[in-house]
C-alpha cells in the first residue's frame, strides 16, 4: 500500500520551514519539491540546501550577537 503525500501548505510554515522553501526556490528546486515532495531531491541537492540554511542561521546569530 503505497504511503499518501500530506499536502504541502505554504500559508502555514514555521520560520525554518520557510526559510528551507524559500532557499530551494533560489536553488530553482522549488518546482521539483512541490511536485514530488522532498524525498525527490538528490544527496547533494539537499546538503546544498541544509548548507545554506546553517550559514543563514550562523549569519542571523552574528547580527544579533553584534546589535547586542
Known amino acids: 500500500m503505497a504511503k499518501k503525500e500530506k499536502k504541502i501548505d505554504l500559508n502555514n510554515l514555521t520560520p525554518q520551514e520557510e526559510m528551507k522553501y524559500e532557499i ?16 525527490s531531491l538528490s544527496a547533494k541537492e539537499t546538503g546544498r540546501i541544509g548548507g545554506l540554511m546553517t550559514k543563514k542561521r550562523t549569519a542571523s546569530k552574528q547580527e544579533r550577537v553584534l546589535k547586542d
Open 24 to 39: 530551494a526556490k533560489e536553488l530553482g528546486l522549488l518546482d521539483k519539491v512541490l511536485e514530488n515532495g522532498w524525498k
